[in-house]
């Protein structure tokens, strides 16, 4: 019997395990980088949910500035100075918001049903007169793909703008 070692044999055989551990960790490697980028995604729509949360609790607590939010959207041209200043504030981030889960939702980073529900509360909130009013007078303080989804006549209306107060 011969027992010649053959180191041909066993250089290949240890190519093909080394091979196939790094074909294992880079599979290990991209479910990684998924689940990575996936709770990425997570934290960041929990993110701007808790924002919506935010606002939508400080008008729930505060009854000056429920009564604000509702006069602004029934008629944003009649506030004055400071109420005018306090609502514009207001409905700048609740755009902002708004503009954030946009882009979460053109990226493919929200939930589809989610998504439907913000974006019939935007829309319900865009029906106001006043906040009509102030978007026109606001838009471009928004990315021009946001603006156009919000509503491109209101951008375009002629109306004049003011300063973000």
Request: glycine share 6%; aromatic share 12%; hydrophobic share 40%.
């Given at each position: 019997m011969n027992h010649a070692v053959n180191w041909e044999a066993i250089s290949a055989i240890g190519q093909v395990v080394g091979a196939l551990a790094v074909v294992?960790?880079?599979?290990y490697l991209a479910s990684q980088v998924r689940s990575s980028a996936r709770e990425t995604r997570r934290a960041a729509m929990r993110s701007t949910l808790?924002?919506?949360?935010?606002?939508?609790?400080?008008?729930t607590n505060?009854?000056?500035?429920?009564?604000?939010?509702?006069?602004?959207?029934?008629?944003f041209e009649s506030l004055e100075d400071t109420d005018r200043a306090r609502f514009s504030s207001y409905m700048h981030s609740t755009f902002r918001v708004a503009e954030d889960v946009y882009y979460q939702h053109s990226d493919g980073h929200l939930d589809p049903h989610r998504w439907r529900g913000l974006e019939t509360l935007l829309r319900d909130v865009?029906?106001?007169?006043?906040?009509?009013?102030?978007?026109?007078?606001?838009?471009?303080?928004?990315?021009?793909?946001?603006?156009?989804?919000?509503?491109?006549d209101a951008a375009d209306s002629g109306l004049p703008r003011t300063t973000l107060s």
């Open positions: 294992i960790s880079l599979i808790d924002a919506l949360t935010r606002l939508a609790r400080d008008t505060n009854a000056d500035l429920a009564e604000l939010r509702n006069r602004g959207f029934r008629d865009n029906k106001a007169p006043g906040v009509q009013a102030w978007w026109r007078s606001h838009s471009q303080y928004f990315t021009e793909k946001f603006v156009k989804f919000v509503g491109p």
